[in-house]
């Protein structure tokens, strides 16, 4: 039998970062297209972390930290500010104003005076003002909830990090469209650039913030 993906990286890779001292959540695409039954991206997996993903939301408004929500949305007719990406992945051109599907799931849309940056890529980091903001209020650890795992979410981590961040993805709160990339992400991402914990775990650290 072969090796196991965990015995081979043991002790190699998987050590934990943590938290810092001043987290911020980043909401990364919660969009009707993944919920929506029928819809091209629907996603079995988001459905579920938008279930969860309230007590996350309910506990880092309750400790005062940064809320930072993200979206897609294409402008440039034919969605040309997609570049590539949208000739790679054309179901995204879904992500346009007027769209129900490109609008934010219910339960985990952005509270009054919570940021929306706006992104036409996988990674909230690239082409946005998200990293420069976050170190401005001395944010050292970004964490993750959203969709999909393997695409967005991966994506931020793996800039997260790249920025100077520490990377915490809370596991029931992230989901995607089948359990194998799913599964396959989160192991990468807790082994090379940030910490996979449960809902549970990140909620007590949050309760545990002076406020």
């Not at 991966?154 to 709160?173: H, K, L, M, P, Y």
Request: charged share 20%; aromatic share 8%.
């Amino acid at each position: 039998m072969s090796e196991s993906a965990s015995a081979n990286y043991k002790g190699v890779w998987g050590s934990r970062i943590g938290f810092g001292a001043r987290p911020a959540l980043l909401v990364i695409d919660f969009m009707k297209a993944y919920v929506t039954e029928g819809a091209p991206l629907y996603a079995p997996g988001v459905v579920e972390a938008v279930r969860h993903a309230p007590a996350l939301l309910k506990a880092a408004r309750e400790a005062g930290v940064a809320v930072i929500h993200t979206n897609i949305l294409y402008h440039a007719p034919g969605c040309a500010d997609g570049g590539v990406w949208v000739k790679k992945a054309p179901v995204m051109k879904a992500m346009v104003a007027g769209n129900p599907l490109a609008e934010f799931c219910e339960g985990v849309e952005p509270a009054p005076g919570e940021p929306v940056i706006t992104k036409q890529y996988a990674s909230a980091f690239f082409g946005t003002s998200l990293a420069p903001m976050l170190h401005a209020q001395g944010v050292d650890t970004v964490v993750l909830a959203g969709c999909s795992t393997s695409g967005c979410i991966r994506a931020s981590a793996v800039d997260g990090v790249q920025n100077g961040f520490r990377t915490i993805v809370v596991r029931e709160c992230v989901g995607d469209r089948h359990e194998g990339p799913h599964e396959a992400n989160l192991f990468d991402i807790d082994s090379k650039y940030g910490d996979v914990v449960p809902l549970a775990e990140a909620v007590a650290h949050l309760a545990r913030l002076p406020r």
